[in-house]
């Protein structure tokens, strides 16, 4: 999910950041450009993980500010491909649904500036900090159909029903991450762009809404303490003989 990129940059500092020791201000003027930000391929910039070396501090003609060249380390939010992640559903419509995801560590939209997503291609998910996560419905649990009221609903073989609400926990498996274009030309119509898409999928075996594999997860827990302590049976007995 996380990585670090190594990147190299020729960084012009601002003449007011010089009063500072060189590190900080570099670090500073590093967020400033960085933080927040999708890198295409990279992905989504956390943090200034740290900065490995520092080299230059001419001028160039022309130029009212020193120049560094600077090589630091990218703290990035990157999934790869059939990585599981847990999110929230945020929203659904006749394509799919919408999610965020949510780290578990990391405070509440900080990385990346929400977009409050609309009813209009997909359902999404979303990881509080991160909200750009759809699930066509192609990549739903087969038997994944839209109730009347426009919910989406699981139909077991057992006849019942288990809707996707928003809000409900879910986990999905990283179908994919694309980077697209910068739009040259947007209408006031054009849903917002996003540097970063991620397309999730809950087709599988332990994928979709946590409250459906609760039951099967506490009971895998119990056998897995039964068999813990049958092994430390079977050690204690083997030191005694």
Known sequence: MFALSLIEHDLPMPPHLLSRPLPDAIKTELERLFLDKVIADLGLCLSVYDIRSIEGGSIPAGEGCSTYKVSF???????????????????????????????????????MPIKFLKETT????????????????????YGTVRGPDGRWMLKTEDGDELY???????????????????????????????????????KGDGLGLLAWWADDEEEGEEVAEQWHGVASLERSFSLVF
């Open 122 to 141: 997909k359902h999404h998910v979303s990881l509080d900090f991160f909200n750009d996560i759809c699930i066509p419905g192609h990549l739903m649990q």
């Open 164 to 202: 996707l609400d928003l809000d409900d926990e879910i986990r999905f498996l990283v179908s994919s991450t694309k980077y697209p274009p910068i739009p040259i030309e947007q209408t006031e119509d054009d849903p917002p762009f996003s540097p970063m898409q991620i397309v999730g999928s809950i």
């Open 73 to 111: 380390r990218l703290l990035m939010f990157k999934p790869f491909k059939g990585e599981v992640l847990v999110g929230r559903i945020s929203g659904y419509d006749d394509k799919g649904l919408q999610a965020f995801h949510s780290a578990g560590y990391f405070p509440l939209h900080i990385f």
